[in-house]
């Protein structure tokens, strides 16, 4: 079966590190989203790629940074964590015509 | 700009009971609305969804219309069980392809 699995689940690091968390898809979508999630704010939408080689901007992506060199991973990027960074992330994958189908989530404490 | 409102939360019905969950939004154009659930330590899934204005979206015993005169899209089930007891994502779809915007969240908690 087709999923969306991120890695790790669980991460801890200091801050000031770089920190990069994994998402890989196997749907073949070409859309792919990195959002967090923090209380009482829902899920904000951190960067997005509509495509190889495309990536853009959400809501919330200053610290943040990603790549999209294939169809199935979109690798997010913390250059240099902050407190402000201790979230819970997920990604997400979608075509023009779906809905989108998320992953489990990665838990990042920031200490 | 396009924002989603949910009711707050967290909201305790006994076992059986009648749920509303309150969503209402404002967007340009006309957005695919969503109820998404997630469960204690797990990924959002997808619930229901509609596409256009008086569509009815509907799965495992909840409903919710998208009524573009009111901007609202209420989740409603007629009897709760215990195993419903999970947040509730309201979310709005900007353009075709899965970027979506979330309202903030509503917990959910059924008693026995």
């Known amino acids: 079966d087709a999923e969306i699995t991120q890695s790790p689940r669980h991460k801890i690091t200091e801050t000031g590190r770089q920190v990069t968390l994994a998402c890989h898809q196997t749907w073949n979508h070409n859309n792919m989203f990195w959002y967090r999630q923090d209380l009482g704010h829902g899920l904000r939408l951190i960067h997005y790629s509509y495509g190889v080689q495309d990536t853009n901007k959400g809501e919330v992506s200053d610290g943040y940074s990603v790549s999209r060199s294939n169809t199935e991973d979109l690798p997010l990027t913390l250059e240099s964590a902050a407190s402000s960074q201790t979230s819970v992330y997920f990604c997400?994958?979608?075509?023009?015509?779906?809905?989108?189908?998320f992953g489990q989530g990665t838990r990042l404490t920031v200490v | 700009g396009d924002s989603v409102t949910q009711m707050e939360g967290p909201v305790t019905l006994s076992e059986e009971a009648f749920l509303t969950i309150n969503c209402t939004y404002t967007a340009t154009g006309y957005p695919s609305l969503f109820w998404y659930v997630q469960y204690p330590g797990e990924g959002l899934q997808l619930l229901l969804k509609a596409t256009k204005a008086d569509d009815k979206g509907s799965n495992k015993g909840f409903e919710a219309t998208y009524r573009k005169e009111t901007t609202s899209f209420h989740l409603e089930k007629g009897s709760v069980q215990v195993s419903d007891s999970a947040v509730y994502f309201c979310a709005l779809g900007v353009n075709q392809g899965g970027k979506l915007i979330f309202g903030q969240g509503t917990e959910l908690s059924v008693k026995p």
């Open positions: 997400a994958s979608s075509t023009a015509n779906t809905e989108a189908f």
